[in-house]
């Protein structure tokens, strides 16, 4: 199935492209003539899932979106102090090429403006052989997944032609900020400034600043969470220069854009973002750039204040209703129908906050859905908050699963997706318990490929499956000791703490069983139906009854009397033999499933 975030992006990359305003950047003659229809967007996650449109593999050079990640590597080196001692962390106000040097002292206002970003690059050590220049090149691949390159005919002609820089590193020198020769650090600075990188590139440096550091990909620790604290931080304040303050209230994320075309944009712990466009508008960065960083903000409520609390992974588990039967008593034949299919109806626990990553990880799960799934539940009961743009994308997945043959269904509790759903054109079932929205998922699947297997709505006590093992006649003759009783809904059948009364087979409906939970809430434990039993847990003692159970709709009851239990024991000890052994199965059973749920919980 195709993912919805992928049609979304499809749609804002056709509405921008439309978009013709700014030039290229041409004060560097190598890339005056560059195509200013060339338009990238690639969203990569914390965790490396990438998605991208257009332009996204074709390479331009990194220019300033270098800075933010030479100025980690200098921190890394050097330790904070050292580095505030040479360069501040103040917004500056100015361009990216102003002289905005401290008075006195001559410490450029921070690492994104041009004398900053020189500073930065004088403090990076060459080590183990390796030249200041490789060691920032190497970091460069690192955190992009793969060996970057640089242009050496941009670099010529940077050098050639980048007379403010030079003379900003000879000023810098004048102060003791750089404290050697300015020549190396110059041709290392254009050198960083001419590495060539795709949009896809640099998503996926930006996803590694997202992910603390850690490329998603490789696994690799390309720098410690201090260094990346900082410079997301400077990034925040500083990244957009003159335009910070706007980018900040509109896009709400940190930034970092290059007059080679390209911006990235990082939201801590989910995801980062890159778009690639040439043409630029008067602060030096992409107008397509800041059109779709601004528009994917507020579509998708990337603002850090917005998306603030990431909470725990949203998707908590998935996995196919085998593993998590309902607990309805079926027929051999049914149940081995049931676990051939199992298959074919997936549950997709969800938990936390559902903002855009965690609405993400739900939309990537049902997209990669094999193509033998037939039946979808997603279960919202530990969801705590649902985002706007989680509700959007839940009505796109609801129609791209419709449009691919699925059906749909939902555990929620309070009800308020669901309902959303259907207000906005996409009706869909709503259980109050996932065992009911399986036990929907089995007659599904039954009705699909075993009609002849489903089970009636109506079983009598002869015909229950947990008496099966005693044989027909043992049973109907159990079954003449029993009384017919009718409950209607919210009827309490037995409740907490009352003696046992006897066995209750279900004939048609549902009963609802509770126990009190750790706050004095009652908490539902399953949803029984025809053909099952309750009542048995104080079978043959004293004990008192540890649930209440509940008519959930109409129901149809009948009871063997404890009275007759214990004359059976006394006068008929082997069919009271019977009786027992034939229950306890009927309870492993249910024991066995019960199991199998709670191996889905550990196991996450």
Partial sequence: MDSPIEHYLQRIHAEISDLKDGKPYSSIPAMANVDPNRFGIVLA?????????????????????????????????????????????????????????????????NAMINAGALTATSLVRGSGGNSRFKRILNTYSAFAGRQLSVSERIYQSELKYGHRN???????????????????????????????????????????????????LSNEQVLDIAPVERVLSVMATCGMYDDAGAWMSSVGMPAKSGVGGGTIAVLPGQIGLAVYSPPLDAHGSSVRGVAVSQRLSHDLELHFVRAGRTGRSALRAAYDIGTTPSGIRRSEDAAALLRANAHRARVLELNGDL????????????????????????????????????????????????????????????????????????????????????????????????????????????????????????????????????????????????????????????VQTLMPGPDGQRVKLNRLGAGMTFGEMALGDDKRQETTVKADGEVQVWRLPAEEIARMEADEPRLAMAFWRALTQDAYTRVEQYLRETAVRVQD
């Fill in 166 to 216: 030079h003379a900003l590193a000879y000023l810098l020198r004048s102060f003791d900020i750089i404290e050697s020769d300015p020549t190396p650090v110059i041709e290392d600075y254009f050198r960083q400034c001419s590495v060539m990188v795709t949009a896809l590139d640099l998503a996926m440096m930006a996803a590694t600043l997202a992910n603390s550091g850690r490329n998603p």
């Fill in 355 to 510: 903002l855009f990553a965690g609405a993400e990880a739900m939309v990537r799960e049902l997209s990669s859905l094999q193509d033998d799934v037939e039946l979808v539940v997603l279960d919202l009961r530990s969801v705590d908050e649902v985002s706007g743009v989680a509700l959007r994308m839940f009505a796109e997945a609801a129609q791209m699963l419709t449009d691919s043959g699925r059906a749909l269904a939902m555990v929620d509790t309070v009800g308020d997706v669901a309902a959303d759903l259907t207000r906005n054109g996409h009706p869909v079932l709503a259980f109050g318990t996932r065992s009911a929205a399986v036990e929907w998922c089995e007659d599904e699947l039954l009705r699909r490929y075993g009609a002849d297997l489903i089970q009636p709505e109506r079983i009598l006590p002869a015909d229950s499956p947990a008496l099966a093992p005693l044989g027909q006649e043992a049973a109907e003759d159990l079954a003449g000791r029993m009384e017919e009783l009718s409950y209607a809904d919210g009827d309490v059948i037995r409740r907490i703490g009352q003696r046992f009364s006897g066995v209750y087979f279900i004939s048609s409906g549902y």
């Fill in 45 to 109: 996650t914390a965790d490396g899932y990438v998605y991208e449109v257009g332009d996204t593999r074709e390479e331009f050079s990194i220019q300033s979106i270098s800075k933010p990640f030479t100025y980690g590597l200098a921190l890394a080196d050097r330790g904070m102090d050292d580095v505030d001692a040479k360069v501040d962390v103040e917004p500056s106000g100015d361009s990216f090429n102003e002289i905005s040097l401290a008075e006195g002292t001559g410490r450029p206002a």
